[in-house]
Every structure is written in C-alpha cells, then in structure tokens.
Nanobody, 121 residues
Framework: QVQLVESGGGLVQAGGSLRLSCAASGRTFSNYNAAWFRQTPGKEREFVAAIRWSGGWTSYADSVQGRFTISRDNAKNMVYLQMNSLKPDDTAVYYC??????????????WGLGTQVTVSS
C-alpha cells in the first residue's frame, strides 16, 4: 500500500515558478512509476508528466514540454514537479499518482488528494 501527499501549490503570477512535492509512504514506492495529473472543474483529469521507477525515463504532455520537469528521490520517497514559465492555463488541482504500470492514462493504482495551483494573469 502506498499513500501520497502533495504539497507546494499556491498562487503565482504568470511567468513565475512553483515546485510541487509528493511525499510517499510505503517501502515499495521506489519500485513504482510515478506521474502528475491535473484537473480543472468540469474537465477530465489530464496527464502532465510521468517518471519511471528508476528515474531514467520521463514523459511529458505537449502543453508542458520544456516548461515542467518531473524528478524523484527514491531515498526520500519523494516525487517533484518543477513548473516554470507558468501560464493561466496551468491553473488546476495537481495530483500525484504511482503504480507498477507505465502509462500516460489514469491507470495508476495510488493517488494523492491534490494541491491547488492558481496562475494569475
């Protein structure tokens, strides 16, 4: 069993940066792939970025490629999302996810409760 807790969200002006953190509990976390998704009211939850369990492979949505960076520290059971050059369209609740499969869909076994990111214009 893995529990995920996101933090680091907040209000930022367009062009600014935020770093989201996801703290995981459970000794198997280092064996799991991890990802970030986001959701706005009335819309489907969408993929943002994913990272392999080893940290050796990453994948990004086209909308964030070149602006966001996903990373992980398995020794600390942490996953991060560095978000730069933020735009108002990035405003959403951001969710951390983890699981044994590698996917850009919502097929992860474990999810956090989310952290709000608001980008003002």
């Amino acid at each position: 069993q893995v529990q995920l807790v996101e933090s680091g969200g907040g209000l930022v002006q367009a062009g600014g940066s935020l770093r989201l953190s996801c703290a995981a509990s459970g000794r198997t976390f280092s064996n799991y792939n991890a990802a970030w998704f986001r959701q706005t009211p009335g819309k489907e939850r969408e993929f943002v970025a994913a990272i392999r369990w080893s940290g050796g492979w990453t994948s990004y949505a086209d909308s964030v490629q070149g602006r966001f960076t996903i990373s992980r520290d398995n020794a600390k059971n942490m996953v991060y999302l560095q978000m730069n050059s933020l735009k108002p369209d990035d405003t959403a609740v951001y969710y951390c996810a983890a699981g044994p499969i590698w996917t850009t869909t919502q097929g992860y076994d474990y999810w956090g409760l989310g952290t709000q990111v608001t980008v003002s214009s």
